[in-house]
């Protein structure tokens, strides 16, 4: 109780001093504002709002789920997704995982976790699919760090075979989806790919974002 009464106190020294820089900054954020950005992460939400100051106040629309998966069977997931392209006009979706990812681990090796493992099964996929080449990796770090790259390009992909994009896409309306992936390592986001902004460029795109991304910058 006493940590969590800690975090009440450390939000009111935050706003205070956020009135003190800025005595708008409320006033703005509660202003409503077009969001830019609609944003599927990790549950386990590795990356600070600090490593994106370009956001700005507001950020983008987020909807967090285990491992970044695209469930294209949860209806909370289709809701947000439906929400943001069609009652918001969001234009750029981004799928962002991160190294170090704990569900990308347990689909790794195997490892069970409960309820969680239906949502695993969409990783497990990942991971099965592309078996080879993971297997040509020689220590576990480094398969882990490969699959936590491979599962952000499969569910940008998956999400661009959701029916909501799909039909903005029929629309001919500007959509585009990107893949990227945290580095908690050292700060640094990085663009995977593949970016899509038609059904039509989809095999191109993932082929190039197979091709050239690697786990070895970090």
């Not at 969590?4 to 020294?13: F, K």
């Not at 800025?22 to 599927?40: N, S, V």
């Not at 790259?149 to 661009?160: D, F, K, P, S, T």
């Amino acid at each position: 109780m006493r940590r969590l009464s800690r975090l009440l106190d450390d939000n009111r020294a935050w706003a205070d001093r956020m009135r003190q820089h800025d005595p708008a900054f409320f006033h703005k954020l509660a202003t409503p504002r077009p969001p830019e950005y609609f944003w599927i992460g990790c549950a386990e939400n590795a990356m600070p709002d600090s490593a994106m100051p370009g956001m700005g106040a507001g950020g983008p629309i987020c909807f967090d789920t285990l491992g970044n998966v695209v469930a294209d069977a949860d209806m909370s997931c289709l809701a947000a997704i439906q929400y943001a392209v069609e009652l918001r006009d969001v234009k750029h979706l981004v799928v962002c995982g991160h190294y170090g990812c704990y569900a990308v681990k347990a689909a790794l090796v195997g490892e069970r976790l409960g309820f969680a493992d239906a949502r695993l099964g969409s990783i497990v996929e990942v991971r099965d699919r592309h078996a080879e080449a993971l297997g040509e990796l020689a220590t576990t770090r480094e398969r882990w760090d490969r699959l936590c790259e491979l599962n952000v390009i499969e569910q940008a992909m998956r999400l661009g075979r959701t029916p909501v994009v799909r039909a903005a896409w029929e629309k001919e309306r500007e959509v585009v989806i990107h893949g990227w992936i945290y580095n908690p390592r050292n700060g640094i986001l990085r663009n995977l790919g593949p970016t899509l902004s038609r059904l039509e460029d989809a095999a191109c795109a993932y082929r190039q974002a197979l091709s050239r991304s690697t786990a070895h910058f970090r």
